[in-house]
């Protein structure tokens, strides 16, 4: 199945024959074999007479040994899963020993922040979960989510994409919409020994919403930026690149040496913002992050600091 769909990627046509030929079937199990990839990745193929076959829309496919190369961890190059970082935890249960990845091409229960499920269309995107030891207690673990974010936001610098900017934790924006998502999972006790598993998901090649899905928030995809197809195996060579290196800073001189860094790149750095916690709310002027990665707030003229994964920031209006 997987030949198959390498040799369509291109969106280009291909004849019955090649197509037979190269997966060692006749010609006329073809059709079917390619009927059976349209539902379970959800495709579209095209048949017209004379000519052969077609994707709809060509793919960026990943390449085990090329996301092999690229990574100083072990990479599993999974075709679908219900979720990578659900997967990194079955990992870690059944005594696989980090650092490892988990990469998938597509998700059918994708998990976002705040119980939220995340878009995760077959070939389109990156879904990625890194999962490391925490062997140096609660102090490791702070600000680690807005570390990733950096990283990130780093990946899709080079990628091209110039002005994409961070939200308090950890979303990457750009132009007001939501380009990529980070969710930080644990297990194990933070106070001993425990592994995070660190949860990205990047809207790469998605031209639109997955059919019969609905995404709550204005999101947009690197293809929508750049207008053109991005190569998914380099910007996760790009993705690992970075990640090392800020996860490294992080490691040696804690969230505080970022902090800096991170404030220049927030894109709501002293705007008046709502923090949302369930439904209760508060409002405030951004005055940026602590050593910790805590959000400061300004509320009624005092500091006040927030943290916690269940919050959320939006925008008041007349900032
Ligand atoms: C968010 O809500 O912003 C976080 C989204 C995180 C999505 C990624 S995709 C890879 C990993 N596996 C999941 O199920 N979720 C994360």
Same mark, same amino acid.
């Given at each position: 199945?997987?030949?198959?769909?390498?040799?369509?990627?291109?969106?280009?046509?291909?004849?019955?024959?090649?197509?037979?030929? !190269?997966?060692?079937?006749?010609?006329?199990?073809?059709?079917?074999?390619?009927?059976?990839? =349209?539902?379970?990745?959800?495709?579209?193929?095209?048949?017209?007479?004379?000519?052969?076959?077609?994707?709809?829309?060509?793919?960026?496919?990943?390449?085990? +040994?090329?996301?092999?190369?690229?990574?100083?961890?072990?990479?599993?190059?999974?075709?679908?899963? +219900?979720?990578?970082?659900?997967?990194?935890?079955?990992?870690?249960?059944?005594?696989?020993?980090?650092?490892?990845?988990?990469?998938?091409?597509?998700? @059918? !229960?994708?998990?976002?922040?705040?119980?939220?499920?995340?878009?995760?269309?077959?070939?389109?995107?990156?879904?990625? $979960?890194?999962?490391?030891?925490?062997?140096?207690?609660?102090?490791?673990?702070?600000?680690? $989510?807005?570390?990733?974010?950096?990283?990130?936001?780093?990946?899709?610098?080079?990628?091209?994409?110039?002005?994409?900017?961070?939200?308090?934790?950890?979303?990457?924006?750009?132009?007001?919409?939501?380009?990529?998502?980070?969710?930080?999972?644990?297990?194990?006790?933070?106070?001993?020994?425990?592994?995070?598993?660190?949860?990205?998901?990047?809207?790469?090649?998605?031209?639109? @919403?997955?059919?019969?899905?609905?995404?709550?928030?204005?999101?947009?995809?690197?293809?929508?930026?750049?207008?053109?197809?991005?190569?998914?195996? /380099?910007?996760?060579? $790009?993705?690992?690149?970075?990640?090392?290196?800020?996860? /490294?800073?992080?490691?040696?001189?804690?969230?505080?040496?970022?902090?800096?860094?991170?404030?220049?790149?927030?894109?709501?750095?002293?705007?008046?913002?709502?923090?949302?916690?369930?439904?209760?709310?508060?409002?405030?002027?951004?005055?940026?992050?602590?050593?910790?990665?805590?959000?400061?707030? =300004?509320?009624?003229?005092?500091?006040?600091?927030?943290?916690?994964?269940?919050?959320?920031?939006?925008?008041? +209006?007349?900032?």
């Amino acid at each position: 199945m997987q030949s198959l769909l390498r040799l369509l990627q291109d969106g280009q046509f291909h004849s019955g024959e090649e197509l037979g030929a !190269a997966v060692g079937v006749s010609r006329a199990a073809i059709w079917k074999r390619l009927q059976a990839l =349209e539902a379970e990745f959800d495709l579209l193929i095209h048949k017209v007479r004379g000519r052969g076959y077609r994707l709809e829309t060509p793919l960026s496919l990943l390449t085990a +040994d090329v996301l092999a190369a690229s990574s100083s961890f072990p990479v599993t190059l999974l075709q679908q899963v +219900d979720s990578t970082n659900a997967e990194a935890l079955r990992h870690l249960a059944s005594g696989a020993v980090p650092p490892f990845l988990i990469i998938a091409e597509q998700q @059918t !229960a994708g998990r976002g922040r705040r119980g939220r499920s995340w878009a995760s269309p077959f070939g389109e995107n990156l879904y990625y $979960s890194l999962v490391l030891r925490i062997s140096g207690g609660m102090r490791q673990l702070e600000g680690l $989510s807005l570390v990733v974010g950096l990283a990130l936001l780093h990946a899709l610098r080079e990628a091209g994409v110039e002005d994409a900017g961070l939200k308090w934790p950890n979303d990457l924006l750009v132009g007001g919409r939501k380009a990529a998502g980070i969710l930080l999972e644990l297990s194990g006790d933070p106070a001993d020994i425990c592994h995070v598993v660190i949860g990205i998901g990047v809207n790469i090649n998605m031209r639109m @919403t997955p059919r019969g899905e609905t995404i709550d928030q204005p999101w947009t995809s690197l293809r929508q930026i750049l207008g053109r197809q991005i190569d998914r195996n /380099q910007f996760v060579a $790009s993705l690992n690149r970075q990640l090392e290196r800020y996860l /490294q800073m992080h490691q040696v001189n804690g969230f505080a040496s970022l902090r800096e860094q991170w404030e220049a790149n927030h894109l709501w750095q002293g705007r008046l913002a709502m923090l949302v916690a369930g439904a209760q709310s508060i409002q405030g002027r951004v005055l940026g992050v602590d050593d910790t990665g805590a959000l400061r707030l =300004e509320v009624d003229g005092r500091e006040k600091v927030f943290s916690g994964g269940e919050l959320s920031l939006r925008l008041h +209006d007349d900032s």
